[in-house]
């Protein structure tokens, strides 16, 4: 849950700007994924739901051969980020995704 409340805040005395300059914490039942190629990745989150999508596990299957199985670190997918944004946000609004802005 983090130190995002304002009232857990100001019980345990986290400044405002400590608070304004701690980084963006996955929501619950959200996983982070950084989806492109050639050095280009954008970071989505993606519903835990959509990961069991017979279209997205696809694409799994595909990080999977490119990077393995045994994949350390935030789940990486090797399609275009545009396309993907334009496929999964705009044409498929029901599965629950959302871009990342970088810091």
Request: hydrophobic share 35%; with cysteine.
């Amino acid at each position: 849950m983090g130190v995002r409340g304002s009232r857990l805040s100001q019980i345990i005395g986290v400044s405002k700007r400590l608070r304004s300059s701690t980084p963006v914490m996955t929501p619950r039942g959200y996983v982070p994924v950084c989806v492109g190629v050639d050095g280009d990745f954008q970071r989505f989150m993606v519903h835990t739901k959509l990961l069991g999508h017979q279209e997205f596990m696809e694409l799994l299957y595909r990080s999977a051969e490119e990077y393995g199985f045994c994949n350390d670190g935030v789940l990486r997918i090797p399609y275009e980020a545009k396309d993907f944004e334009e496929y999964w946000m705009i044409k498929k609004s029901k599965p629950k995704i959302f871009k990342v802005k970088p810091l």
